[in-house]
């Protein structure tokens, strides 16, 4: 065990609130794990020795602000350091949706704290055992909200925190929440989110993990569908010292609908890991998933997707598909998509391609007298900008658009 692990293991025993019981099973489960090395499989080509023997300061009274996103209109939620700095009782919610923050008892937090997430992720249990704040939405049966609700988490110089994001979509209801995780200095944070959406309720989602250089992140966001749901999510990430996320989508009923894409994004010798599980566990189900990714001088990418489908979940349609493009020799990507079926009436298909720049295309611009940074460019934004057109909220879209093509730009002038 890591010396940050015992540390984590003795600051949880002192954690005292409403979730104390389930905090103390996953206590229980948290002893038991031993600390990940090369020989664990999820963890095979990442290495946690930049968090065995971390010694940071645990909370600040720093402040930050939302960005601003033209056309959002958003509802913000502003975590810095894992500390809520927003003051719910001022906002001004659209009806049929709640906003509570966890360290009050509901019902809705008690259905789905650590119910939606699976256990075997460590730093889910280490969140569960650690996070005392964080926020519960809830969304009314039928309610159909336009306003996004955006959850920004801002970590600053030196700090470790642990937040935790509660999401229940009631029946027939729609909804659209926006992760937002930033922070370039010496920090660590968890952050890990749990989705329920009900019976032919639809949930739009985004997680923009844009932390970056010193910042360690870690975290999650897992949904449970239930008949006939429809789940649209988009995942940019960039890489930093360690960034790693799980994702877990559970097809809970019947007729439901997932559609993942996912872009990450790599400055030189920079470090991203993205395992997706796709667990088709009920008829007619239907999952779409897209990976782009895009890796500079000596960073590491690592994407690990799963679909399982079991065996009673006939009538699948499900599509795994990831690309990278390496900036150069240097670069490195370990891609891994699986396919597990054990139902005899589906369709699946799974693929993945790692490439250089095309010279021809390139030598094609060059020859139309586009100067070649430029070029590059162009022809990097080119390779994501598919999946950026296939966002729904296209201020969101809008918004990401420049901030991608300047770290294109940053990335090919470090090459």
């Known amino acids: ?82 500390r809520l700095t927003t003051d719910i009782a001022q906002l001004q919610l659209p009806a049929g949706i709640s906003i509570t923050a966890l360290d009050a008892k509901s019902e809705a937090a008690d259905a789905l704290f650590a119910k939606v997430k699976p256990a075997h992720h460590l730093f889910g249990l280490i969140n569960d055992v650690l996070a005392q704040q964080g926020i519960v939405i809830d969304v009314a049966e039928g309610s ?9 988490n801002v970590a600053t110089d030196g700090v470790e925190s642990h937040q935790r994001t509660l999401v229940r979509v009631g029946k027939g209801a729609r909804a659209t929440i926006i992760e937002h995780g930033s ?41 449970r569908l239930h008949n006939e749901s429809k789940l649209n999510s988009t995942l940019v990430g960039y890489g930093s010292q360690l960034t790693r996320l799980d994702v877990d ?35 007619n189900g239907t999952t779409e998933e897209n990976a782009r990714g895009i890796i500079g001088d000596k ?60 010279e021809e295309a390139l030598y094609y611009m060059l020859t139309r ?9 162009m022809l990097n934004f080119g390779f994501v900008q ?8 296209k201020a969101l879209a809008d918004w990401l658009q420049p901030i991608l093509r300047q770290r294109f730009e940053r990335m090919m002038e470090q090459k």
């Open 249 to 283: 989508i559970e097809h809970a009923g019947e007729h439901a609908f997932a559609k993942f894409n996912n872009i990450y994004l790599l400055a030189p010798h920079e470090h991203f890991d993205l395992h997706s599980t796709i667990e088709h566990a009920q008829p």
């Open 144 to 152: 159909q909200v336009e306003q996004p609700i955006r959850i920004v």
């Open 369 to 377: 007298g586009i100067d070649k940074q430029q070029a590059l460019v």
């Open 299 to 358: 960073a590491k990418a690592v994407f690990n997707g799963r679909i399982h489908i079991h065996r009673d979940a006939q009538k699948t349609l499900a599509e795994l598909n990831n690309r990278n493009l390496l900036l150069s020799r240097g670069a490195q990507i370990n891609t891994k998509p699986e396919l597990e079926i054990y139902a005899d009436d589906v369709q699946c298909a799974h693929g993945a391609t790692v490439a250089e720049i095309d």
């Open 183 to 223: 922070g370039n200095e010496q920090s660590l944070n968890t952050v890990f989110a749990e989705y329920d959406i009900a019976d032919n309720a639809k949930l739009e989602h985004y997680r923009l993990a844009l932390q970056e250089d010193q910042a360690i992140h870690v975290g999650g966001s897992h949904f």
């Open 1 to 82: 065990m890591s010396q940050w692990l015992a540390h984590v293991i003795e600051r949880a025993a002192n954690v005292d609130d409403w979730l104390s019981p389930v905090r103390a099973n996953a206590l229980a489960e948290l002893k038991q794990k031993e600390w990940p090395g090369r020989r664990t499989e999820a963890w095979r080509y990442t290495s946690l020795h930049k968090v065995a023997d971390l010694n940071l300061q645990a909370g600040s009274q720093a402040s930050a602000e939302a960005p601003q996103v033209n056309g959002l209109n958003s509802i913000d939620l502003v975590f810095v350091d894992g």
């Open 386 to 393: 598919e999946l950026l057109f296939q966002m729904p909220n």
